[in-house]
C-alpha cells in the first residue's frame, strides 16, 4: 500500500470517527433519531457498482434534528440538479454528503448544497454512494453506535485530548472510489445534455464525504478533478502529487477534527499546488451551509468567488 492510501485512510478514519463523535451527543440525549419512510428519488440514477458484501438488511432512512437521512445503502445513485438554461455557466460539481460511511447526511450536506450550487449556474450531482451496514432495527442502530464510539474511544473530551489520532484504516473505502468514479464517468458521457464544460467539473464533500472527496483526488486512475472542496474534512498531512488538483479546504477551530492540524494544507502548498484554507472561529461540525450566528456561515460565498477568480465558473474562450 502506497504511503499516499495509508495517510488518506488515515484521514479518512478521523474524519470517519468524529462524524461519528458529532452524532453522539443527540443520540444520547433524547434519542433525536425517528423512522422516515423513504422519500420519493424520481431523478436518482442507479450507478450500477454493485452491492455491499454481508449487507443483509434494506435501505433504511430516518430523521435527525429535522433532517432525512438514509442508512444501509447498497446502491449507490447520483442525482443532478442542474440550473435553469439562462442561468447555466458550464461549471459542474460532484456533492458527497458525510455521515462517516454509516449514514448519510443525504440533504443537508447533498440535496441543500446542490440546490445552492444550481442557483449560481452550476450543474451539481449528489452522490449517494454504498455504506458499511447497520442493523436493521433502529435500537441496533443507536447500540451499534455505542459500542463503536466505546471502541475507538470516541467522545469529545477524549478526541480533544488525543494528540496523535491517526488509528489504523478501519474501513475498505474501495466501494465508495468505485462510486465515486463511476458518477464521474457518467457526468462526462452526458455532458453535452447536461451542459457540463467536463474541464471544470469537480468534487466537495462533507466530513466522510471530504474524506471520500479527498481519497478521490489521491487515487483515483480515472477521475481527473478539475478541483476539490474538502468541508470539515480530516487535517492529516497527505503525499501530493504533481497533478493534483486546487484545492478550497474549510474547517472550524471548535470542530473534533481540527485539533490545530494544518498538515493537509501544508501538503498541497509544499507540492506547490493551488490552496486556499478557511479555518474559521466557530462552526462546530456538520454545519452543511451554515448555522446561524457562527462566523462559518459564510463559507459558500467564500468558494463561490475562489470558483470565480480561478476561472471556474466562466467557459474558456
Known sequence: MSL?????????????ASALVFAAPAMAQDGTIYPLQAPEEPKAIPLGTGGVEGQTVPETWFRQWGDPMARNISKATLTPFLPEPGKANGAAIIVAPGGGFRWLSIDNEGWEVAEALAEQGIA????????????????????????LFAEAGATPDAEKKDENPSRPPRWDLSNQLEDAEAAYALIVERAGEWGVDTDRLGMIGFSAGAALTMHSALNSKTM?????GPVYG????????????????????????????????????????????HLYQNGGHGFGLGNPDRTSNRWFDAFMHWLNVNGFLAAKA
Open 224 to 228: 481527473d478533478l478539475a478541483f476539490i
Open 124 to 147: 451539481a450531482f449528489v452522490l449517494k454512494y454504498r455504506l458499511q451496514p447497520t442493523p436493521e432495527s433502529l435500537d441496533g442502530f443507536r447500540e451499534s453506535m455505542k459500542q
Open 234 to 277: 480530516g487535517m492529516g498531512p497527505v503525499e501530493v502529487p504533481a497533478d493534483a488538483p486546487p484545492m478550497f479546504n474549510v474547517i472550524a477551530t471548535d470542530d473534533f477534527l481540527f485539533r490545530g492540524q494544518f498538515g493537509v494544507v501544508k501538503s498541497w502548498f509544499e507540492a506547490g499546488r493551488p490552496v486556499e484554507f
Open 4 to 16: 499516499t492510501r495509508i495517510t488518506t485512510l488515515a484521514s479518512l478514519l478521523v474524519c470517519a
